[in-house]
């Protein structure tokens, strides 16, 4: 893949910001709650995450809400996730169409009831022409599923004799997996103090910058996602090359 550029307008800024909203489950239990309490309070968060991403100019952010992993837990935490999520569909559309937000889902959609296959299918028509940020619900997403789609897809037209084997490389399976018409993630950030990917974007985290906080999701706040963005603003994307092929020169106005 080639280098994407950080942010036109100001290069310390994520163009695309990736998030596994981790430790609702940790919050809810150090206060004796049930865990239910807080995932609620992490659907209080994502609004938060939103607000910054607008007020930043960051074009797409993308959001780990539910694994294809998590289909394993308790029944009844399953069961009150998509009610959770059925009700946050009901109620943010307008409000993100109104801020000019693009909804989108990606993840296996028909292991969700029709329900709230149809709820995010509404969601996705009401904001399809929106551009200002770009708003990417990672749903019984896992990132192996994401890479084994591609290739079905790919397999499919080699046998249909509509793709030569030679004509498969990395643009070719990039281009089939998903969110290929946005640049990749620059920033990951992940909460809750594991550090690790968990099946998330494999393919389109890369050349991703990550960066880990032991902060809760419930207790996500602006000034958190601002150390991330300051310490991404301070780090230098090589994509593989050196540092002073990637070194910004240094111009008239800049001295
Ligand atoms: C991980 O925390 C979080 C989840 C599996 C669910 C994420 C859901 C939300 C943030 C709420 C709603 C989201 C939307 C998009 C409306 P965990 O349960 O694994 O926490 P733990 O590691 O402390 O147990």
């Not at 997996?177 to 998330?200: Q, V, Y």
Request: charged share 25%; with cysteine.
């Amino acid at each position: 893949m080639t280098p994407e550029p950080a942010n036109g307008s100001d290069p310390g800024v994520p163009r695309h910001l990736a998030v596994i909203m981790d430790g609702n489950g940790r919050w809810a239990e150090r206060r004796r709650r049930p865990r239910m309490i807080g995932h609620r309070a992490g659907a209080r968060a994502v609004n938060t995450c939103i607000d910054f991403c607008l007020e930043r100019g960051i074009e797409a952010l993308t959001l780990f809400a539910f694994s294809s992993e998590n289909w394993g837990r308790p029944e009844e935490e399953v069961g009150a996730l998509m009610k959770l999520f059925m009700n946050a569909l009901e109620r943010e559309v307008e409000e993100m169409h109104r801020r000019g937000v693009r909804v989108r889902f990606i993840g296996e959609r028909e292991r969700f009831s029709d329900a709230i296959a149809q709820r995010m299918a509404h969601a996705e028509s009401v904001t399809a022409r929106n551009t200002r940020l770009h708003l990417n619900i990672a749903a019984s997403y896992g990132g192996r599923w994401d890479i084994a789609e591609a290739a079905r897809s790919l397999a499919r037209d080699v046998a249909a004799g509509r793709l030569s084997p030679d004509a498969i490389d990395e643009h070719a399976v990039h281009a089939r997996t998903c969110l290929a018409d946005l640049p990749p993630p620059d920033l990951f950030i992940r909460t809750g103090g594991d550090l690790r990917i968990s099946n998330f974007l494999l393919w389109q985290l890369a050349y991703t910058e990550l960066w880990f906080t032991e902060a809760l999701w419930p207790e996500l706040d602006a000034a958190t996602l601002q150390s991330a963005l300051d310490d991404y603003a301070r780090r230098q994307r090589r994509f593989g090359l050196t540092g002073a092929q990637v070194a910004v020169p240094r111009t008239e106005t800049s001295e």
